[in-house]
């Protein structure tokens, strides 16, 4: 019963990268992504992932006859894509559905973005901060000749108005995803990074690990020489 109400919650919509559509017997279908399977008395499990972040497990005994035969044959595709080779994080229930990004002119959500190796960087920064404002043309700097795979920057918002916040995302032409502003309090209530003041850098690694932290401005050297 609880896989039938997930499956009908999530019928059709706008397909995500890497998921499909999978049909239940009795006729809900779902873009889900399968992550890996499994097998136990001769039945197959799958792990989906769900467009919200979050994962479910359906049986094989579960779908539909078609989609039953898809599981029971699927296997991973071989990758050496960095989104794959990345550590877990503690930071993927926080951050997965809810960052949005500068694509052009507008900013809109993020649909495929691949996680770093080796540190989450976490600016926090707001239009309305004089300093912040004076600093963050230097990081869009160092992003833009220096990103790889081992960070990703992520704009945490002190901003007041959803407008101010994308508003300061394009004047400064923000190359990272930001978490959206209606997250980043209960971000802050689980995070804590000790932030008294704004422009703050956390560079931290996957596990939650603080490497370094502290006003942004010395902090920038020291993640250029982490992530030479």
């Known amino acids: 019963m609880k896989k039938t109400i997930l499956l009908s919650f999530l ?12 049909t239940n017997k ?3 279908a779902a873009d889900l992504e399968l992550v890996k399977v499994t097998e136990s008395s001769g039945v197959k499990t799958g792990e989906f992932k769900m467009r919200n972040g979050k994962t479910i497990t ?9 989609d039953a035969k898809r599981l029971d044959e699927w296997k991973p595709a071989a990758t050496t894509d960095a989104a ?32 770093p190796e080796k540190y989450y960087v976490f600016y926090y920064s707001a239009s309305w ?5 004076k600093f963050t043309p230097s990081l869009v700097e160092f992003y833009n000749k220096s990103k790889n795979s081992s960070f990703e920057v992520y704009f945490i918002s002190s901003d007041n108005a ?3 916040m994308e508003g300061y995302m394009k004047e400064k032409s923000m190359p990272w995803p930001a978490l959206k502003l209606g997250k980043t309090e209960k971000f802050k209530k689980e995070i804590n990074h000790g932030v008294e003041g704004i422009p703050f850098i956390a560079i931290v690694r996957p596990d ?5 932290k502290g006003n942004a401005y010395p902090m920038l050297p020291k993640l250029e020489a982490l992530v030479k």
Not at 14 to 21: L, P, Q, T
Not at 129 to 133: A, E, I, L, N
């Open 26 to 28: 009795d006729g809900k």
């Open 129 to 133: 901060c004089q300093p912040c404002q």
């Open 208 to 212: 939650g690990t603080v490497v370094e």
């Open 58 to 66: 359906l049986k094989s005994t579960d779908l539909a006859e078609a």
């Open 84 to 115: 794959a080779t990345a550590a877990p994080s503690v930071f993927d229930k926080l951050l997965d559905g809810d960052l949005i990004k500068l694509d052009g002119k507008k900013v809109g959500k993020v649909k495929d973005l691949a996680k």
């Open 162 to 164: 959803e407008d101010d």
């Open 11 to 22: 019928m059709a919509g706008v397909s995500f990268a890497g998921f499909e559509k999978w």
